[in-house]
């Protein structure tokens, strides 16, 4: 009876019903889209991995480039052991300083607190490349600023060597402490302090508080963290190729990029096939991520009942801890300082007399004379704005089909939409760069071709705002809206959209500001006259260019850091907290 009702023609009517229905089109239009945007970058960065590029059999299906890559174990080995100490040592560092600064912040009655919450903040607006550039100018072995001042009083040179494995353990983690800041404060601000007092009343000192309770209730935030923490520094490329390369240190996004970059032709599929290996990390780590961040509920302590966080009186050692907050703004500050000195002189040298009367603004007028520095700003602008929009208006419709309607295969769009988590950005770059090599599209060579890897490598981040946003909006407006004759388009213009402007707005200032610093996705895609900014500043660093620079980077930061306080204030009157 069961079989002969699934044949029946009242179902065979409701699957018509269901094909009819504006939801069902909309959903197939979503996931068409997600479709190509997401899985085609995969299959060519694949297939590339498996395809010979030279010699007889040019075309044919081969093992060669996984077997040259694991043929010279030593090499290979030692390219996978630099990434684990790089990645482990900057997570570790970030982590320890950015949970140490969290917790004078939220735990206990150390000044300068908001100091640290703004300048945690401005680390956003500033982009990575300039922060590295920034850091080699104050702590580089010969010419930088620390090193040179450290030479004239000890006559040691250089005091530390930045060019080396712990010089890129170092700058990471710098560069990563107001992330982990951020991302920790809000479990220890949120922290029940019942059971804390419950230790103090049974005898233990403060010390003996946080070591026993506090840290192992913290510990699944402090987990995730530090895998969060240890992905993104296993796909940075900044760091890795300004200071990593100078210092004969590879990893592997390094090693994919000279694949490319090297040579007199490019060897696609080898670095395809160490992209296929990175992502195939990049995706376990990102797993045991899952699965830690998924077991937080064992250890809740909110609860209904009202509390205060519990702050420790430092006492006679609070200004000692006032004086560590200072570390965060020292983060921002140092590497900007050595960029505004270098921006007014010629050359790099230390301060002196001679220096002091060679400054000028010769390099401002230099770099902002040039026309292709000029173009790339419009560039950016042009791609930052566009991507963002597209991946919230994406994203948006495909969050509004999986939380509202009662599609069977829903829930495929959101995890299509997630997928790109595990690209790195100079992965992605390949990935696209493969596809559009072969996919009959004219924009190669073009701004297009960098626009689609934006929107592709972002869609995870906006997708997770349109979820979030949704969820907090019951779908009794839109049943109201619908009970009143309206129609879908009608009730997303006049209730759904303007409820849920507020988050969208946070989604697209996100991927706006993220987007126009962004470099590794760039760098393998641009051509002449489609540099963006973090290009720009490449090529400029590249060719010795170090006052332009320095003086264009300067510029472009606090250009991005006021955009950034101008959203943030637009957001707050909005009522949006980001």
């Known amino acids: ?55 007889s059999n040019v075309g044919d299906l081969t093992l060669s480039h996984y077997v040259s890559i694991v043929g010279s174990l030593d090499d290979f080995g030692v390219l996978i052991w630099n990434s684990f100490i790089f990645s482990v ?138 895998i969060l ?30 694949q490319i970059r090297t040579g007199f032709l490019p060897r696609y599929g080898e670095a395809s096939a160490y992209s296929v290996l990175l992502i195939i990390l990049v995706g376990l780590v990102l797993y045991f991520y899952h699965r830690v961040t998924s077991q937080g509920y064992k250890y809740s302590t909110v609860t209904g009942k009202g509390f205060r966080p519990r702050r ?76 963002a929009t ?36 100079l992965v992605m770059g390949v990935a696209i760069l493969k596809m559009y090599l072969a996919v009959p599209l004219p924009i190669y060579g073009t701004l297009w071709i960098i626009f689609f890897a934006f929107v592709v490598r972002y869609l995870p981040y906006g997708i997770r705002f349109s979820y979030a946003g949704l969820l907090s909006i019951h779908r009794e407006l839109e049943e109201s809206s619908a009970a009143c004759g309206g129609n879908w388009r009608q009730t997303a213009r006049k209730i759904l959209f303007p409820l849920m402007l507020p988050t969208l707005f946070a989604g697209w200032i996100y991927v706006f500001l993220i987007t126009i610093r962004e470099l590794s996705v760039a760098l393998l895609l641009y051509s002449p006259g489609s540099q963006v900014v973090a290009v720009v500043i490449w090529e400029l660093w590249e060719n010795g260019r170090i006052g332009e620079v320095a003086a264009f980077s300067l510029v472009f930061t606090l250009g991005t850091v006021l955009l950034a306080a101008l959203f943030k204030r637009l957001a707050h009157q909005h009522s949006l907290n980001v």
Do not use: C, H
């Open 390 to 425: 597209a991946v919230v208006a994406l994203t948006f419709v495909a969050a509004w089909i999986v939380v509202r309607t009662n599609i069977s295969k829903r829930r495929t769009l959101d995890q299509l939409a997630t997928l790109p988590l595990v690209f790195p950005g």
């Open 89 to 226: 040592g900057s997570a570790f560092g970030a982590l320890f300083i950015g949970t140490l600064l969290a917790w004078l912040t939220e735990r206990t009655n150390a000044p300068f607190q908001n100091v640290a919450y703004v300048s945690a903040f401005v680390s956003f607006g500033i982009p990575g490349i300039v922060k590295v550039i920034g850091w080699i100018l104050m702590l580089g072995p010969e010419a930088g600023l620390v090193n040179v001042v450290a030479e004239d009083l000890t006559g040691v040179s250089p005091l530390f060597n930045l060019f080396s494995m712990s010089g890129m353990i170092l700058v990471e983690a710098f560069v990563w402490t107001p992330v982990v800041f951020l991302l920790m404060a809000t479990p220890f601000r949120s922290m029940d302090p019942t059971l804390e007092e419950a230790a103090l009343t049974a005898g233990s000192n403060n010390l003996q508080v946080f070591r026993k309770v506090t840290f192992p209730l913290a510990l699944p935030s402090v987990l995730a963290v530090l």
């Open 312 to 387: 420790i009186d430092l006492r006679s050692w609070r200004w000692v801890g006032g004086a560590l907050l200072l570390i965060l703004p020292l983060l921002q500050l140092l590497p900007l300082a050595a960029l505004t000195w270098s921006s007014f002189l010629p050359y790099v040298q230390p301060p002196s007399k001679k220096a002091l009367a060679a400054l000028s603004f010769d390099n401002y007028s230099s770099a902002f004379g040039d026309g292709a520095i000029i173009w790339a700003v419009l560039n950016s602008l042009f791609v930052s704005v566009t991507s």
């Open 1 to 55: 009876m069961s079989r002969a009702a699934e044949t029946s023609p009242g179902l065979w009517l409701r699957r018509s019903e269901r094909a009819s229905n504006p939801n069902f089109w909309l959903f197939i239009i979503t996931a068409a889209v997600l479709v190509y945007l997401v899985v085609p970058p995969f299959f060519f960065i694949l297939s590339a991995s498996f395809i010979a590029e030279r010699g």
């Open 229 to 258: 923490t240890f992905v993104r520094s296993l796909e940075a490329f900044e760091i890795p190729a300004l200071i990593g390369l100078p210092a004969g240190v590879e990893v592997l996004t390094t090693k994919i990029y000279l």
